[in-house]
């Protein structure tokens, strides 16, 4: 089974709590100003952009039951600069592809 990076404009209704129409409406007036994609007559929100735009974090949609755990951490937040700090570091010279003899 595929992971799904997008939702549907009916997952979409219901985590904003309003029903399909109204999110149709407003694509088709072109207020909505929720970043989305078109594909033929379909129209789906792409899951990162979606949590940026309403600025939630992806746990929210799995809290709702809208998205499983495990896709959620595709969208984790980057390790910030503390965390950074226990990362390995690359080499500053010499190619990384290649070992020295």
């Known amino acids: 089974m595929t992971t799904p990076l997008t939702l549907s404009v ?8 309003c029903d399909r129409d109204t999110i149709y409406d407003a694509l ?5 100003t929720l970043r ?7 129209v789906v929100f792409p899951i990162g952009t979606l949590c ?6 992806p746990r929210v ?3 709702l039951g809208l998205l499983a755990a ?14 950074m700090d ?7 010279t010499g190619n990384p592809t290649r070992r020295s003899a």
């Open 10 to 17: 009916t997952q979409v209704a219901a985590l904003l709590g």
């Open 28 to 32: 088709k007036a072109g207020t909505c």
């Open 36 to 42: 989305h994609l078109r594909a033929g007559r379909r």
């Open 52 to 57: 940026a735009d309403l600025g939630i974090a």
């Open 61 to 63: 949609l799995v809290t």
């Open 70 to 83: 495990d896709t959620a951490a595709l969208f984790a937040d980057p390790p910030v600069a503390s965390e």
């Open 86 to 92: 226990a990362l390995p570091t690359p080499l500053a």
